[in-house]
């Protein structure tokens, strides 16, 4: 009975989620869920714990097995039990691994350890950007659409008045034809809007699967994050590009202990037990291996020396990627507050002063004062405001997923967008 109550609620919660409009914090959430990217991180993260866990294990023991003295001539040739000096031995050798050796060898492992979680909080953030990007090129696409649609219903009924003035006498036929253009290239234009709308639901289902089909919840207000107004270099040490520099500098340091500790030799260990004829004595052997370092400068010196320079690579190429981002987020910074700045002057003249020539030219059109082809140019020219208004948020959208999802741990109190009342 709770078995089927619980599938009743599960299926009840799906066939909402289904019914609802698709909103960009449940896309994100969505893409997270499905993505095999995520998986793999996982797994690479879950390969580097295991390697870390063997890392700093001694090597396996050798097991040796050995005919020793076998007489190839003479009456006791190929026998293993008439010489006295013929052995039959089994033996078992350890190599000791210095403890400073293993320890710089885990500390390696570990930093591969956190390599790996940097490496997945990076691929969720360019998971969580692409979504981003996608359900609002989807909505805002569609927001173009609805605006071509609208004039298309106007243009219909220019179309209309144009043929009723023209049976009546009091148009021309040039009007007439200059309407039905007008509106022909509304539809070109729908068509075209139509398209783009199809790629994004398609670009969106690359990330959230079916749920791209379905309607999409308003557009919230946009803000950004409240790292953006402080200081910038000590946030983007947090960049998961940047972190993962700072691990692959970590790693390369690790690798030079470990080159440092290789200067110090390892010793093995060996027992060996020889079995001879009946007639003789069984023997138990102890052997000592110590390799002879004899030319460090050339050998051991000079692997710790290129380790060594890989660190300075390293450091160099995190400091060279925190510049890089740094100027990159200042551009998008700047970009944002110019997409602002030309927002409120299309909202506080440019749209107003369209919507009235609109209005004015139509208003002498119908009081036989003004010629249709004023009207249809105010039209065109009102739509072109409207159209490169939703160009320019759909920018400053863009710049704003960029941001939000730069940083794995952004401030969701302040960058998190606000519905729109």
């Given at each position: ?18 019914q609802?409009?698709l ?7 969505e ?16 390969a ?6 063997a890392a ?11 005919l ?7 009456p ?18 350890q ?6 050796k293993r320890n ?10 956190e ?35 609208s ?17 009546s ?9 200059a309407a039905r ?5 509304l ?8 398209r783009?709308?199809a ?17 999409l919840?308003?557009r ?10 402080g ?10 590009q940047i972190?993962?520099a ?23 260990v ?7 004829g ?14 002879l ?12 020396a290129?380790?060594l320079?890989g660190?300075?690579e390293?450091?160099a ?24 700045e030309?927002?409120g ?6 749209l107003p ?16 004062s003004?010629?249709?082809?004023a ?24 710049i704003?997923?960029q941001?939000y999802?730069?940083?794995?741990s ?11 009342q």
């Amino acid at each position: 009975m709770a078995t089927s109550i619980a599938l009743c609620l599960a299926l009840g919660t799906q066939a909402a989620l289904a019914q609802s409009p698709l909103s960009l914090e449940r896309a994100v959430a969505e893409a997270a869920g499905r993505s095999q990217l995520v998986t793999a991180a996982d797994a690479q993260a879950r390969a580097a714990r295991e390697t870390a866990s063997a890392a700093g294990q001694l090597p396996d023991p050798v097991l040796k097995l050995g005919l020793n003295n076998l007489p190839i001539d003479g009456p006791d040739r190929y026998s293993v039990t008439r010489d006295f000096m013929t052995m039959r031995s089994v033996g078992v050798m350890q190599e000791l691994t210095r403890a400073d050796k293993r320890n710089a060898r885990v500390r390696r492992a570990e930093r591969e350890i956190e390599l790996a979680q940097v490496t997945r909080q990076a691929t969720i953030a360019d998971l969580q950007r692409d979504t981003a990007l996608a359900w609002l090129e989807r909505s805002y696409q569609e927001s173009l659409r609805d605006l071509l649609q609208s004039q298309i219903a106007q243009a219909e009924l220019q179309v209309q008045a144009a043929e009723t003035l023209y049976r009546s006498g009091k148009g021309s036929q040039v009007e007439v034809f200059a309407a039905r253009g007008s509106a022909e290239q509304l539809r070109d234009g729908l068509a075209q809007a139509e398209r783009q709308v199809a790629v994004a639901i398609t670009q969106l289902g690359r990330w959230v699967g079916e749920s791209a089909t379905q309607p999409l919840a308003p557009r919230a207000a946009l803000t950004l994050p409240a790292w953006t107004e402080g200081a910038l270099p000590q946030h983007l040490s947090q960049h998961p590009q940047i972190a993962a520099a700072a691990q692959q500098a970590a790693i390369a340091d690790s690798e030079a202990a470990v080159a440092r500790a290789a200067k110090s030799s390892d010793w093995s260990v060996e027992l060996q037990y020889s079995q001879r004829g009946p007639a003789y004595s069984n023997m138990v052997s102890i052997n000592l291996s110590v390799p002879l370092q004899w030319d460090q400068k050339n050998r051991q010196d000079r692997e710790l020396a290129a380790r060594l320079a890989g660190v300075d690579e390293a450091r160099a190429r995190r400091e060279e990627l925190q510049r890089a981002h740094e100027a990159e987020v200042r551009s998008m910074l700047q970009e944002w507050r110019s997409h602002e700045e030309r927002l409120g002057r299309y909202d506080a003249s440019l749209l107003p002063l369209a919507t009235q020539r609109s209005e004015a030219a139509l208003a002498s059109y119908r009081a036989g004062s003004g010629p249709l082809t004023a009207v249809l140019d105010a039209r065109r020219s009102e739509i072109d405001v409207r159209t490169e208004r939703l160009r320019i948020e759909l920018d400053r959208a863009r710049i704003w997923a960029q941001l939000y999802y730069l940083l794995p741990s952004h401030d969701g109190a302040q960058g998190k967008p606000e519905a729109a009342q």
